[in-house]
């Protein structure tokens, strides 16, 4: 069958060592088998002694599989026909598309997959399923042709001159070491430094909270005892340029606010906290009024809103900051300033 | 028997009756004069037929054990006073109450009461304190109602608990919002404006009546909406997709691949 492994001859680049006998033997028996022998052709496993897989086909059995990969064909002939009359007949916009969607991708699939099965049928069932071996020739260059490459390598290093050419010797260092340059000046986009920014929101004195949809400021009395609203600085009402100071205006019943400096900060049981989740930034707005818990849909943060919002569950770290709210003569609540402390994520510089 | 100890057992019987009359007397004056200086709870309203059915049947059907019997509340259950009818009618309505087991969250289920049953009690409920009455609006608000500012308004104050399409989702400790997916638009409206269990209030100072009935009116057609990819998988969104996706789809790339590479 096939020769034994020859170990390969351990060589160095530019220093020609003599082949030992047994890989010169090697190589010898190697080049002078006759070219089927040296791979290209499969031999039948009962020559290479192979326990041989008689394969003994019923033609009764035959025909079925032959009719059984016929069938499938058909199928797929048939949905590929199917396909085109849906497409004509049925109205693509009935059901939001979804009749048609069903109809052509159904089809389409169908067509695909009787198609896909009738071939691996036709493998597995009237296929032959004789073992066969082919045999590959050993990996390796004979030394001639390695010997040949290095000559060829080394007289091409000799040949571009850069021991003897001195411009080009520097010009190719002084290239090189400036290429990598442009890629770290692209980091720089990585900036600019937020600087005070992440600190503010838009919220300063006097300024009303309104509601986020109707951008109508909020009166006290407006929301019901267990009642929750979203609201915004008047006059940046859109979320997404001010996505520091979306907030949360709730309301208590009398003596439900356990925290005497939560209280205070708020307006006759009426209390405003930032919306933004401390752990990951997340709009937090699941309001359970009668636990006063604060639910955080992305990881489950919880905060107890009757106290100061301690975190009480969860992987947020910090409680959510609170917004001094008063109201104006008007009966309009308003803020007393901006927030005391960042809103939102942890960052690096918040210390 | 001597006719002297006859005469004294006579007296005897005598003075007993008299005790016996006196003390019906007594009773029966006592009740009277209760009945003229008793406070009357409901005087004012027991004109409406509904109220003493309704106070009969809060009675029989079992809210007064929890919720006492003027529905003044106790330890297991908070007080009725105030909370409307449009309370009563939400959760007997949704079957709600009576609360079968105290858990965290109490489940929809069949109504135990019939329509007209819910809302005598509603009536009796209603006359303990003021609150919040059942909605009334018919087919001519619904046509004010703007879809598309719906669901503004629901993504806004509603989809953080009740998901974007109303498919409900988990809250703390076991609650959970329901789904929207059984409630008809009055019991949306009812929830709104009652706060039902943990949810918030959503007064008609914020959000106005109008503004109600476009948020329902939002519910009402994403309910009936067609999911163009055929399969809505609840409607809860990517997880449960990517979920199907990887165990389902690649699941059955997987054994395709083991039936084409098995020996026939």
Sequence with gaps: ?351 | MSPSTFARRLASRRRQLASAAIVAVALGLLGMLYAAIAPRGSAATSADPAVDEGRSLFQSLSCASCHGLNGEGGKRAPSLIGVGAAAVDFQMGTGRMPLQQHGAEAPRKRPVASEGDILKVAAYVASLGPGPAIPQFDAADWQKADTAYGGALFRTNCAQCHNFAGSGGALTYGKYAPSLSDATPTQIYEAMITGPENMPVFGDKQITPDQKLAIINYVRTIKTQADPGGVGLGRVGPVTETVVGWLVGIGVLVIVTIWIGARA
Aim: proline share 8%.
């Design chain 1, 1 to 351: 069958m096939s020769d034994a492994p020859k170990p390969r001859p351990a060589r160095k680049i530019g220093r020609r060592t003599p082949l030992t006998d047994k890989a010169a033997a090697a190589q010898e028996a190697m080049f002078s088998r006759p070219s089927d022998d040296a791979g290209t052709h499969p031999v039948p496993a009962e020559s290479l002694d192979i326990e041989h897989d008689p394969a003994q086909v019923d033609p009764r059995e035959d025909k079925f599989a032959e009719w059984q990969v016929g069938v499938l064909f058909i199928i797929a002939a048939l949905a590929a026909v199917g396909f085109v009359v849906a497409y004509v007949l049925i109205d693509p916009n009935a059901a939001l598309g979804r009749d048609m969607n069903y109809a052509l991708g159904g089809l389409f699939a169908t067509s695909l997959l009787a198609m896909g099965a009738g071939f691996v049928l036709w493998a597995k069932k009237i296929l032959p399923h004789d073992k066969m071996v082919q045999e590959r020739h050993d990996f390796f260059s004979p030394e001639e042709e390695e010997i040949a490459t290095e000559d060829t390598f080394l007289k091409g290093f000799q040949e571009m001159g850069l021991g003897s050419r001195r411009v080009l010797r520097r010009s190719l260092l002084a290239a090189g070491a400036l290429l990598p340059i442009p890629a770290v000046m692209l980091l720089r986009d990585l900036g600019p430094l937020p600087h005070t920014r992440l600190r503010h929101t838009a919220w300063r004195e006097g300024i009303k909270l309104v509601d986020v949809e109707s951008k109508l400021p909020i009166k006290i009395g407006d929301i019901e005892i267990g009642g929750i609203a979203t609201v915004m600085p008047e006059g940046h009402e859109e979320p997404d340029e001010n996505a520091l100071s979306p907030t949360i205006l709730i309301r208590f019943a009398p003596g439900e606010i356990r925290s005497k400096k939560e209280a205070s900060w708020g307006y006759q049981d009426h209390v405003a906290y930032s919306k933004i989740c401390s752990h990951a930034g997340c709009p937090i707005s699941l309001y359970e009024q009668q636990t006063h818990h604060l639910l955080c849909p992305c990881h489950q943060s919880t905060f107890d809103m009757a106290n100061d919002a301690n975190v009480i569950f969860g992987p947020a770290a910090r409680r959510l900051p609170q917004l001094q709210i008063t109201v104006d003569g008007d009966g309009y609540f308003v803020a007393k300033g901006d927030y005391s402390q960042p809103v939102g994520p942890s960052f690096w510089e918040r210390g």
